[in-house]
C-alpha cells in the first residue's frame, strides 16, 4: 500500500533484536544487582560481541565472585587475544572459582603468553584449578608444558592425573608417559 514503508527483511530485524540485546546486557553489566551483573556476563559471551570485551575485561574485577568468573569465561567464549593479560592476572585471583575459568578462558583463546602463568597454577591448591590448567595447556599446545604436566602424573587426585595425560597427549612428547 502507498504510504507503508517496505517490509524489513529478516536478517535486518534480527540484526536490530541482536543490538538492542547488547545494549541492554552491556547496562546490566553495570547494575547493582548483582543477579543482573552475572546473567550479562554470561549472556555476553553468548552473544559474541567483541564490543562486550572492555566491560566483561572491567568484570573481572567484581567483588562478586560469580560476576568474576561469568565474565572470565564469557572472555574465553569471545576468543580475542585482547583479553590475555587480564585473564592472566585473574589466575591470581582469590576465588577457585574464578581462577579455573580464567584458565578454561585462557585454553580457549590459545595464546602462548599464558603458559608460564598456566604451568605456575599447576600448583595450585585446589584440584579443580589445576586440571583446568592443564586442560589449558593441552590446548595452547606448547612444549614448554610438557615437563610441568609430566610432574602432574603423580597428582593426588585422579581427574588432575587424567587432564595431565589428556594434554600431554594433545602436546605430543617423544618418551614414554606412564599410564594414569
Sequence with gaps: ??????????????GLSREKKLHRYLSMLESGDLNDRWRA???????GDSRAVQP??????????????????????????EPVFPLI???????????????WALGNIGD?????????LLEDQKPRVRRMAAWAL???GNPRAREPLVRLLGD?????????????????????????
Excluded at 1 to 14: I, K, Q, S, Y
Excluded at 41 to 47: K, Y
Excluded at 158 to 165: T, Y
Aim: overall charge negative; proline content about 7%.
Design 89 to 103: 592476572r585473574s589466575l591470581e585471583d582469590d576465588s577457585p572459582w574464578v581462577r579455573a575459568g580464567a584458565a
Design 41 to 47: 556476563a554470561d549472556a555476553l559471551g553468548e552473544l
Design 112 to 120: 602462548p603468553r599464558a603458559v608460564e602463568p598456566l604451568i605456575r
Design 138 to 140: 593441552g590446548r595452547i
Design 156 to 180: 593426588a587426585n585422579r581427574d588432575v592425573r587424567l587432564a595431565g595425560r589428556q594434554a600431554l597427549d594433545e602436546i605430543g612428547t617423544d618418551r614414554e608417559i606412564p599410564s594414569v
Design 56 to 81: 566483561l575485561i572491567r568484570a573481572l574485577d567484581d567483588e562478586y565472585v560469580d560476576v568474576r568468573w561469568k565474565a572470565a569465561k564469557a572472555l574465553g567464549i569471545l576468543d580475542g587475544r
Design 1 to 14: 500500500m502507498a504510504g507503508e514503508d517496505p517490509p524489513v527483511p529478516e536478517d535486518e530485524l534480527e
